[in-house]
């Protein structure tokens, strides 16, 4: 993201998209006046989401809504959390639906999504699964380890770097892979 406006200033959207997952139907990838998420109806959950307070996949913000959380967190290692932290990031800065208290999603048929690989994801690589479910609940009870943990603390250095016209595709290597 850091990328996208420093090349260009006038950057509005911004999307995290994990790479697992595929668009079954139209998904309108314009959703950007507050956050949304765009994987509303997936495959491997019976064609919703996991719980409701799932703030992960697919989601779209304005540029000034992932400065406004910080981004993404950096400190959390292999698979899980991130997407919990991202939920209270969004939480704690008024950013969640008023009356669900929940990230907005698309209307139903306008977020289906299938997942690419079905294998149980409790076999995915964990890295320090227990450090993450530490900060986790740091981020559930209030922290402001946000504040510090995001784009205003990432370190990389990209390694390869192609732009198709449409799309700028980054490889790089983080603080942790440095």
């Not at 019976?46 to 910080?70: C, E, K, L, R, T």
């Not at 990031?89 to 969640?96: A, G, I, V």
């Not at 299938?114 to 993450?132: F, I, S």
Request: net charge negative.
């Amino acid at each position: 993201m850091l990328e996208a406006v420093a090349e260009n200033p006038n950057t509005l959207c911004v999307i995290i998209h994990d790479v697992d997952r595929l668009p079954k139907s139209v998904v309108d990838y314009t959703y950007c006046d507050r956050p949304t998420q765009l994987n509303s109806e997936n495959d491997q959950w019976g064609g919703s989401v996991p719980y409701d307070s799932y703030a992960g996949g697919v989601v779209a913000m304005s540029v000034s809504h992932w400065f406004q959380i910080n981004g993404m967190p950096n400190d959390y290692s292999g698979w899980g959390g991130e997407d919990d932290d991202l939920f209270h990031r969004l939480r704690m800065n008024s950013l969640l639906d008023d009356k669900s208290k929940m990230i907005r999603r698309p209307q139903k048929g306008q977020g289906s999504f299938m997942e690419m690989h079905k294998e149980n994801p409790h076999l995915r690589p964990t890295g320090d699964y227990q450090n993450n479910l530490r900060l986790l609940d740091e981020m559930k009870r209030g922290s402001n380890r946000w504040m510090k943990d995001g784009l205003n603390s990432i370190h990389y250095t990209i390694t390869d770097y192609h732009h198709n016209g449409v799309i700028r595709f980054l490889k790089v290597k983080t603080k942790s892979t440095c």
